[in-house]
Nanobody
């Protein structure tokens, strides 16, 4: 089982930036990718960004493209989410997740939270106008 711990959530004003971190341990040979999801109040959990381990492909939701960047520190097993030009609509709980299995991490319809096998506890991001 992969253990994940998020940090970096905070309260910022619109237009500001935050960098979230996800420290991972317990990767196995089956662990293929890690991802960021967010839960906005009143909405379904949304897949925001994802990366195949080892510098592979990246995925970004349309709502965050050109504003968010996912980066992997493969030496220390940390996944970062750099969030720029934050908007009040970005407010929510952000979760890190990992997928260990033989299938694809995402498809043309995006990220599905049911794909991911391990989850962190989340870190809160609040953006005020």
């Amino acid at each position: 089982q992969v253990q994940l711990e998020e940090s970096g959530g905070d309260s910022v004003q619109a237009g500001g930036s935050l960098k979230l971190s996800c420290a991972a341990s317990g990767y196995t040979y089956r662990t293929r990718c890690t991802a960021w999801f967010r839960q906005i109040q009143g909405k379904e959990r949304e897949g925001v960004a994802a990366a195949y381990l080892g510098g592979g492909s990246r995925y970004y939701a349309e709502s965050v493209k050109d504003r968010f960047t996912v980066r992997e520190d493969s030496v220390n097993n940390i996944l970062y989410l750099q969030m720029n030009d934050l908007k009040p609509d970005d407010t929510g709980m952000y979760y890190c997740a990992a997928y260990s299995g033989g299938g694809a991490c995402w498809n043309s319809r995006g990220l599905r939270d049911s794909t991911f096998t391990d989850w962190g506890q989340g870190t809160q991001v609040t953006v005020s106008s």
